[in-house]
């Protein structure tokens, strides 16, 4: 039996981010092939949802094949516990992506070799660095013919604003593709690509003046590989495990995860550096793994996983003391207590139940309705974790009930999936009109299909001119009322009571901000 520190010092738990099409489905894949959680590749796409979990909701997923829910999978590694928190690339589904990145403790980024830094990936690496998490690189798709190392790292550093320290280097890229140099481990890794089993490439060499090189290589890659690391080495600073667990320098490998090339390396990297379970912020404190009580967070609720059985399962993030099944924990914004009969766990898509769980761990409730995003469970401390802010959205629709004799049902639908943070609400104080925020079009047609199918409520989404939605504040409260007051008709209240100004425009809210600069506005919930 080991006991709770042990249990912390064998817990990772990070997530994958990327943008759209990056490959980080396939990296994780990869990563559990590693982990032996499956046997062949290709089996987390075939089998990436049970036949009885199957939804209405996987429908669109399966339908355009993208992931838009986070899938949590864990395995054993090297005598680790590894949990992996795959999240959603389509930016439609951002918010649920920045939510999971409230419960890990750090992140690899995938990047296309071919495209470089894009968008979704810059957003992403905000807000990695609102908690300074830490980052590892994994530059993604060598087999194919993408831009030279030198331009990425550029890029890299410029783009997402963070120093970069590669760990490994690519010899050739696409056709000419020969191997990697691991400089962390100082030897060579020939490439064969060979999708389906994990690759063995390794040679072992004394470093990068060893002769044993010439015998794999051309003796102008081999003079090139070694110019090129001595440039490496005089450009970038030594890696320092300190200023990436602060967050401070992003460690940088090379690899294709379709050819399962470059990925062992950084899974064994990756274990030796990455933090262990961190301490969390509540309103009250911080309070530390190791510390006896269980306590944790609600970072994302999965509704409707079964279409017969109106239940969700909410995911937790344990953040201290040891989760224990059928236990009674205590839910701090209802201010009662609750048991928990019905925990799962997730290894490799596969749902087990689960008895027991330990920091880093993350646990699926089987929940009625009682649990929201954000909520905190504990044995009888009090204070809510911080940090699981919402963003303003981009895109705006009212909602239009079409059937009056449904408005509860339309009510209910929109509450519960709300809930769920698939969406944000937001009800103006004039003519209590709704309108409905999210981050991308995809969401008003999945919320429109679920309202349906699962609340029997038929509404419209039609779109209304909004630039912002700005969270205010004053530090005058005369100030905030008179600023509410004078412009009554543009403003909402969140689904937690906060007024919120509705700007159309960019050029107004920005006038708007000039005339009323003792109010301050906020683009993020927190504040």
């Known amino acids: 039996m080991m006991n709770l520190e042990q249990e912390i010092s064998r817990r990772r738990t990070f997530g994958i981010i990327a943008h759209p099409d990056a490959g980080k489905t396939t990296l994780t894949e990869k990563l559990l092939l590693f982990g032996g959680a499956i046997q062949t590749a290709g089996a987390v796409k075939s089998n990436k949802i049970d036949i009885s979990t199957r939804s ?78 830490p980052v590892i690189c994994f530059i993604n798709k060598l087999d194919r013919e993408g831009q030279d190392a030198f331009t990425l790292l550029d890029e890299v550093e410029e783009k997402l604003d963070i120093k970069v320290r590669p760990m490994s280097w690519p010899v050739g890229v696409g ?22 089993k994990k690759a063995t490439g390794a040679v072992e060499i004394q470093g990068i003046d060893d002769p044993e090189l010439e015998k794999h290589l051309p003796e102008s890659m081999v003079n090139e590989l070694r110019d090129e690391i001595e440039l490496v080495n005089g450009v970038y600073d030594a890696f320092d495990e300190k200023t990436y667990l602060n967050g ?14 470059g990925v062992r390396e950084l899974l064994d990297c990756f274990t030796k550096i990455a933090p262990q379970p961190q301490p969390r912020e509540t309103e009250e404190r911080a309070i530390l793994p190791s510390e006896k009580k ?3 967070f609600i970072f994302k609720i999965h509704a409707n996983m079964d279409p017969k059985h109106r239940n969700r399962i909410a995911f937790v993030r344990v953040c201290s003391g040891k989760f224990e099944r059928g236990s009674n924990y205590y839910h701090v914004r209802q201010e009662r207590q609750f048991r928990f009969s019905n925990a799962t766990a997730f290894m490799a898509q596969k749902k087990e139940t689960v008895e027991e769980a330990f920091p880093g761990d993350i646990v699926g409730l089987y929940d009625t309705g009682n649990l929201k995003i954000g909520d905190t469970l504990s044995e009888g401390e009090r204070g809510f974790y911080k940090g699981i802010p919402s963003f303003s959205p981009e895109m705006f629709c009212e909602v239009i009930n079409m059937d009056a004799m449904k408005s509860k049902q339309l009510d209910k639908g929109l509450n519960q999936l709300m809930d769920e943070g698939l969406a944000q609400l937001f009800t103006y104080e004039l003519g209590s009109r709704r309108v409905v925020g999210t981050v991308g079009a995809l969401q008003f047609e999945v919320l429109q299909h679920r309202l349906l199918n699962e609340y029997d409520a038929n509404a419209r989404f039609e779109a209304v001119n909004i630039y912002k939605a700005c969270w205010i504040s004053a530090k005058n409260q005369d100030k905030l009322t008179a600023f509410i007051k004078a412009k009554l008709r543009h403003i909402a209240k969140d689904k937690e009571g906060k007024p919120v100004f509705m700007a159309e425009s960019k050029a107004w809210l920005q006038m708007v901000q000039e005339n009323f600069p003792e109010v301050s506005f906020h683009f993020i919930s927190e504040f």
């Open 56 to 133: 209405d909701w996987m429908e669109i997923e399966k339908q355009r094949g993208i992931s838009v829910a986070t899938s949590v999978m864990g395995f054993e590694y090297k005598d680790l516990k590894i949990n992996i928190l795959d999240t959603p690339g389509h930016r439609d589904f951002a918010e649920d992506t920045y939510r999971t990145l409230t419960a890990v403790d750090s992140v690899i980024m995938v990047i296309d070799c071919v495209k470089g830094v894009e968008e979704q990936t810059e957003k992403l690496m905000e807000v990695c660095r609102m908690r300074n998490t």
């Open 175 to 196: 056709k000419s593709l020969r191997g990697v140099f691991n400089i962390y481990e100082n030897n060579f890794n020939l490439y064969e690509p060979n999708k389906q």
């Open 248 to 261: 401070e320098i992003a460690p940088v490998f090379f690899g294709s995860a379709v050819n399962n090339f």
């Open 294 to 296: 269980f306590s944790g």
